[in-house]
């Protein structure tokens, strides 16, 4: 920080942590056939979006913390997969689906 008066003076440094935030990992990317979704809570629903808007694929996890979700049967293209865990946060990711 610097004054007016040209004088400056440093903060001090400050770790923060956002609490009760929870990481979810979607994998692999791009995928063919089975993609893996695992969160650090437990998950009630796993959605994929196509890039219109419109939820391809709704999945309920039954409270579970590892998903894999069938692809196989979905078009090639960008996806948004959305998941939602038990205390309510969503998260989204972008994946991509190609035939090898």
Known sequence: ???LDGTYAYSKIVRE???GAKVTT????P????LSVVSQSDLTDIQLINLKGVTILS???G???A???DVSRLPVGQYIVRTKD?????HQSKVAIQRQ
């Open 1 to 3: 920080m610097i004054d």
């Open 31 to 34: 995928v063919s056939s089975g």
């Open 17 to 19: 942590t956002l609490d």
């Open 63 to 65: 409270r579970s913390n």
């Open 86 to 90: 038990v205390y309510g946060q969503v």
């Open 59 to 61: 999945q309920k996890t």
């Open 67 to 69: 998903s894999v979700v």
């Open 26 to 29: 979607v994998y692999p990317n």
